[in-house]
């Protein structure tokens, strides 16, 4: 039984992007399963799910993506395939239409071996190199304008708008303030405490995050990927876990079982706590259910890591899959999904071979509990 899963990333959704991000999803799925059926490689079924993923205007991958201080997209994306480790990344990369296949051709060109004159290929690229790197082999390019949609346009300019917003509010609170910007702020603190938090609100509810998809194919490959325009705002060449070995996409493998997992949430706290290869590390190794080990593992290695003790709000999602081998004459695996996060919702779905259609959710946290408690949702699979 070959299997697929797919999340838009964790954030902040209302009625109407509920819908639009569940079908996101559930077309992913669909993707990567035709994909799968047709023979390819887990691999290849990640980049299909992807690709379609990054070419949806409405998640935060490739088109539609945030867009950085200067107004321009850049993007990461990384692959991870249990078949001997392999792993292949892209920071900051612009005007590849599909990140994931950027990454997706560099872990193919790793199996070649090495280079001329005995180089190590690539296992990661970035930037402009990263493009020029897709152009030599045929990956499409786009114009940058390509990326930019008018959501993002008109979110961009909004965003921008809070954060002059914000510093101006800052410049007048200073106390080396001249007398005039003082007298200008006099008795309207109140105003003021209630623009920065409705200014605050509005730039976090229109953050999404990561898209993330984990395959296996029926003899128990399994390949892991992901693909983000990062945050809104970024500073031009920041990059966020999905390309870092170990913190974005991860799988791990056993004598007789393997497991996936995909990240999503803040980018900066998910490099510091390496939560994307702690938890399949550590998933393999315990004797307890998913559902309780996966909570005790996000809550000490994450929530309540000592890395983060200065951070209020603590973000962090996504999904892991378990497979333990049913016995030792076959490959066939009992499986089990397990998605999760810290934000305010996320959305998913899956799919296995067996299935007509895939099945879609949205997991939603309470809002007293975004960025301090996780909610879990744990699935069997045939």
Known sequence: MSFVCAHSGCGWHNATSEEIHKDACK????????????????????????????????????????LNEQGEVECDAAIMCSEGRQFASVFAVSGVRNPISLAVTLLEHQRL???????????????????KYAEQHGLTIVDSTFFITERTRAAFQEHSRIVAADEAR?????????ASEKEATEGESPEYEAEAADDASTLRETLLDTVGVICMTADGRVAVGASSGGVALKS?????????????????????SVCAC?????????????????LPSRLLQSKSGLAVTLDNIVRDSFMES????????????????????????????????????????????SMHSEDVN???????NGRDAVGRCICVEITSIL
């Open 27 to 66: 077309r992913a799925c669909i993707a990567a399963m035709g994909a799968l059926r047709a023979g390819a490689s887990a691999e290849r079924a990640v980049e299909a799910a992807i690709c379609m993923l990054e070419d949806d205007v409405s998640t935060n991958a490739g088109r539609g993506s945030c």
């Open 113 to 131: 071996g090495l280079r001329s004159g005995g180089r190590e290929p690539a296992m990661s690229l970035a930037g402009s190199g990263a493009r």
């Open 170 to 178: 800052a410049k007048r609170a200073r106390p080396e303030s001249d």
């Open 236 to 256: 031009p060449g920041r990059v966020g876990q999905v390309p870092h070995f170990g913190t974005g996409v991860w799988v791990e493998t056993s004598q007789d």
């Open 262 to 278: 995909c990240t999503t949430g803040t980018g900066e706290q998910l490099i510091q706590t390496r939560l994307a290869s702690t």
């Open 306 to 349: 000592a890395f983060l003790r200065a951070e209020a709000t603590r973000i962090c999602g996504g999904l892991v899959l378990l497979g333990s081998r049913r016995d030792e004459t076959t490959r066939r695996y009992s499986l089990e999904l397990a998605a999760f996060h810290s934000g305010k919702s996320m959305a998913f779905a």
């Open 358 to 364: 895939p099945k879609a959710r949205m997991l939603l």
